[in-house]
């Protein structure tokens, strides 16, 4: 009852001040507001990166031919010619924890089909590469080891090429040219959207990586071998046998740079990560000093209020009040007014961060533990700003309470 | 009759700088159940410091003080909050209601902090009874800005009485009061006083002593004298000489 009745003149109290208590609420509100938005606006662009890194597929190991950090002139990733089939295929027999391993041939070529012509990646690769990468197909099949092989004229195409080649017929069982050799389209992808790096994931065609090598690009090595690890498999240490294997199938001696680069997934991930990382705090911690500001806010008003009640506070000690009852009304309008500026600040928050989501077209995601954090700590500034000034009325004599003017 | 309040050597000694100044040196006073006792004196006389020790807001620095059985003068903060919560109501001169809540929730304020809880109803009513005794039931709902002077002493005598206590203590509580109103509370107080209640005041006004029982004069810090009234002023008589005086000079009707 003492309680409840403390509240309720704590309540009364604000509801007399009610230009007053919206102004100081005001400070919480647009502190809360510009957090929640901030941390929305850096954990969307996250969430974006983070979605095309899962986009590579699960516990996905990349193996580049030609090192990056060989002196001299650099033929940059995949040029230097050194990864070959045979140590895709070492890797998939001799290595523990390797699930799957598809080689890999990229090149960029004109294809041909239905009277149109369009530039796009066309990727070798093993059977396995969709299960890798976690890709299904929309519509037919994907070719088979006998295809492989066999370096049949098969391929599966992206999203895009279906669109700007096929408008609107079924593309699967018809013909298409790369190069000017007849491939028939056995599949058809389902949309993968942007990668990491912004580039367009389904503008791709996918070629048996035998046909790819001696049919289109007319090569004898590989670009770089895709390697997915089983899931309780160390990426770190499935990275040191795949390098060591490959030293040794290359006679690299003690001492001498690799000319494979290995990259897991993790290192692509952080680096991507990093970024938005920095960005989110950067844009949190902005946005805590604008919150900062509201509790200094709050607990100036309370110290006029204070000083304003000062006989107010003494009439209610005469007639009975406990310092700790006092400490409890200024504590409670406090804490009211930072709470209730935290809950209008996170509708502010939430609307203004689907606001440039639809304007601006940032992705934005507001999570219930940012909303939840951003309240919590709302009310903690409110009792932070706020017993300062309760104490000190707490405190009052009231004989010098009850005299003030 | 016991004894309501005994005060025995009390002294309260001020730091002020170098200089100890003796606010209250040496009162012994007893004030028994029903009585109606004023005290009297000029500023600096020490009454209102005497005043703060009996409504318990203030600690003497040396003696002894028993209210209603209790011994106060060793009590806490907190326990002295109760005290003044339970056995004492208190009127100021300068009224000391709060500002834009009304003469109803005025009252209720020191039930709010009572232990024992009562609900929003049950607050209400004791509030409204208190309200009636001084004759302000119909103005509960008005706020103190609304009200006159006069009101405003009532509602604030009405809180002292809400919580029933053991002695009402009254600070010049005619002090920012004219004349008519002020023998109007005095009125009250008289009611009070004859239904068994127990008063303490304090004056400078020698003619709103003389409505009282017993005078208690200080000076210095020191009881004087303290003898029985003896040409007691009835409120009603003295609010009909006030009315036939103004009519005579035609101030009111």
């Known amino acids: 009852m003492r309680w409840f009745a403390t509240i309720r003149i704590a309540l009364r109290a604000l509801r007399r001040n009610k230009l007053r208590s919206v102004l100081t609420t005001l400070g919480i509100i647009i502190g809360v507001g510009a957090v929640i938005a901030m941390v929305g606006i850096g954990n969307g662009a996250k969430a974006q990166v983070e979605a095309q890194i899962a986009s590579l597929g699960q516990n996905v190991v990349l193996i580049f031919s030609g090192n990056f950090s060989t002196g001299g002139a650099r033929s940059g990733w995949g040029g230097a010619g050194t990864l070959t089939i045979d140590d895709a295929a070492a890797i998939a027999t001799e290595i523990p924890g390797v699930l799957h391993v598809s080689p890999e041939v990229r090149d960029r070529q004109q294809v041909l089909a239905n009277g149109l012509n369009w530039n796009t990646t066309v990727l070798g690769e093993g059977p396995d590469y969709l299960t890798i990468r976690d890709w299904p197909l929309v519509d037919g099949g994907m070719f088979t080891d006998q295809d492989v092989r066999s370096t049949a004229k098969v391929c599966i195409i992206g999203q895009t090429i279906a669109t700007e080649l096929f408008a609107n017929e079924d593309p699967v069982g018809q013909g298409l040219r790369i190069r000017n050799i007849p491939f028939k389209i056995l599949g058809v992808l389902a949309r993968k959207g942007l990668s990491v790096m912004g580039s367009d994931q389904d503008d791709v065609v996918v070629i048996p990586y035998t046909s790819a090598m001696k049919r289109v690009s007319r090569r004898t090595y590989l670009n770089s071998i895709i390697v997915q690890t089983a899931p309780a498999a160390t990426s770190a240490k499935v990275q040191a046998d795949i390098a060591d294997l490959l030293r040794q199938r290359h006679r690299i001696g003690t001492g001498r740079d690799d000319d494979f680069t290995i990259r897991g997934q993790e290192e692509i991930a952080a680096a991507a990560t990093a970024t938005t990382k920095t960005m989110t705090a950067l844009l949190g911690a902005i946005a805590s000093v604008s919150l900062l500001v509201g509790g200094i806010g709050i607990m100036n008003i309370m110290l006029v209020s204070v000083t304003e009640r000062t006989r107010e506070i003494g009439i209610r000690m005469a007639v009975g009040a406990h310092g700790r009852d006092i400490l409890l009304q200024f504590l409670t309008e406090a804490i009211t007014l930072s709470s209730l500026g935290g809950i209008l600040g996170i509708l502010l928050g939430v609307g203004s961060a689907k606001l440039l989501s639809a304007v601006a077209g940032w992705p934005t995601l507001i999570s219930t533990s940012s909303v939840v954090v951003a309240f919590l700590f709302s009310a903690a500034v409110g009792i932070f700003f706020g017993f300062y000034p309760a104490r000190k009325a707490a405190r009052l004599d009231p004989i010098t309470a009850l005299r003030y003017e | ?253």
């Open chain 2, 1 to 253: 009759m016991s004894a309501v309040i005994q005060l025995t050597g009390v002294e309260k000694t001020y730091h002020s700088g170098e200089i100890d100044v003796r606010a209250v040196a040496g009162v012994t006073l007893e004030i028994r159940a029903g009585e109606f006792v004023a005290i009297l004196g000029a500023s600096g006389s020490g009454k209102s410091t005497l005043m703060n020790i009996i409504g318990c807001l203030d600690r003497p620095t040396a003696g002894h003080y028993s209210l209603d059985g209790t011994a106060v003068s060793a009590l806490n903060r907190d326990a002295l909050a109760d005290v003044r919560n339970r056995k004492l109501g208190f009127v100021f001169q300068g009224f000391n209601l709060l500002a834009r809540t009304s003469a109803l929730e005025n009252v209720e304020l020191p039930m709010l902090y009572t232990h024992a809880g009562l609900s929003r109803a049950e607050l209400r009513d004791r509030a409204l009874r208190a309200l009636e005794v001084v004759g302000l039931a119909d103005r509960a709902g008005h706020h103190p800005n609304q009200l006159s002077g006069g009101q405003q002493q009532r509602v604030a005598i009405a809180r002292a009485l809400v919580n029933n206590p053991a002695v009402l203590l009254a600070d010049e509580p005619t002090g920012n009061l004219d004349t008519r109103t002020s023998i109007e509370v005095m009125g009250v107080f008289q009611k009070l006083n004859d239904g068994g209640m127990t008063i303490v005041m304090v004056t400078h006004e020698l003619d709103i002593a003389a409505y009282s029982r017993r005078n208690v004069v200080m000076r210095d810090g020191q009881i004087i004298s303290d003898t029985p009234v003896t040409k007691r002023l009835s409120a009603p008589t003295e609010l009909i000489r006030l009315q036939e005086a103004h009519a005579a000079v035609q101030l009111a009707p």
